[in-house]
T-cell receptor, first 114, second 113 residues
Framework: AQKITQTQPGMFVQEKEAVTLDCTYD???????LFWYKQPSSGEMIFLIY??????QNATEGRYSLNFQKARKSANLVISASQLGDSAMYFCAMRLFGNEKLTFGTGTRLTIIP | NAGVTQTPKFQVLKTGQSMTLQCAQDMNHEYMSWYRQDPGMGLRLIHYSVGAGITDQGEVPNGYNVSRSTTEDFPLRLLSAAPSQTSVYFCASSYFGENTEAFFGQGTRLTVV
């Protein structure tokens, strides 16, 4: 079975600083995808970024990038130049290729301080 | 452009009551699923469907039933609500594929008293 571990329950970061949210995963499969979702206080789940296990480049989407280290089984989310609107809960999730079921971590609550 | 629509947004039930959480998507996604979100536990898969007429259990299926008669709709039924089912419920849908993200509904906050 797959497992996602997010070891930071909460983080406080000064506005405009970069922030790294940690995610490690455990699977014996070689073919999988990793996702990050943002959940603001309003409650909706917003997709941020995706990384496939065979992707050679780290994924980037605007201010979001994914630091993918396959050998260490880590998929950390990096947010550059943080903004007040980045304050939210962030979830790392994983899905095996050919299986649409998502396995989520427990999340990290990020608070941006002005 | 509705996406995934869940109703209701809030619900209070008494122990033993039954109810159905509705979920509809207009993106012609094959895959639909239900998750529950509890503090400190992330989102856990309750049931999922890979197409009309096909459903299967996820990680925490006890106390819940689903059916999928159409591609668009995937209701979640609580047969006899229990306080342990107090949670936030999310419906999600996606296409099949390696890099296709799941789209989530707005969530239903359910309280069982």
């Amino acid at each position: 079975a797959q497992k996602i571990t997010q070891t930071q329950p909460g983080m406080f970061v000064q506005e405009k600083e970069a922030v790294t949210l940690d995610c490690t995963y455990d699977t014996s499969d070689q073919s999988y995808g990793l996702f990050w979702y943002k959940q603001p206080s309003s409650g909706e789940m917003i997709f941020l970024i995706y990384q496939g296990s065979y992707d050679e480049q780290n994924a980037t989407e605007g201010r979001y990038s994914l630091n993918f280290q396959k050998a260490r089984k880590s998929a950390n989310l990096v947010i550059s130049a943080s903004q007040l609107g980045d304050s939210a809960m962030y979830f790392c999730a994983m899905r095996l290729f050919g299986n649409e079921k998502l396995t989520f971590g427990t999340g990290t609550r990020l608070t941006i301080i002005p | 452009n509705a996406g995934v629509t869940q109703t209701p947004k809030f619900q209070v039930l008494k122990t033993g009551q039954s109810m159905t959480l509705q979920c509809a998507q207009d993106m012609n996604h094959e895959y639909m699923s239900w998750y529950r979100q509890d503090p400190g536990m992330g989102l856990r898969l309750i049931h999922y469907s890979v197409g009309a007429g096909i459903t299967d259990q996820g990680e925490v299926p006890n106390g819940y039933n689903v059916s999928r008669s159409t591609t668009e709709d995937f209701p979640l039924r609580l047969l006899s609500a229990a306080p342990s089912q107090t949670s936030v419920y999310f419906c999600a849908s996606s296409y099949f594929g390696e890099n296709t993200e799941a789209f989530f509904g707005q969530g239903t906050r359910l309280t069982v008293v």
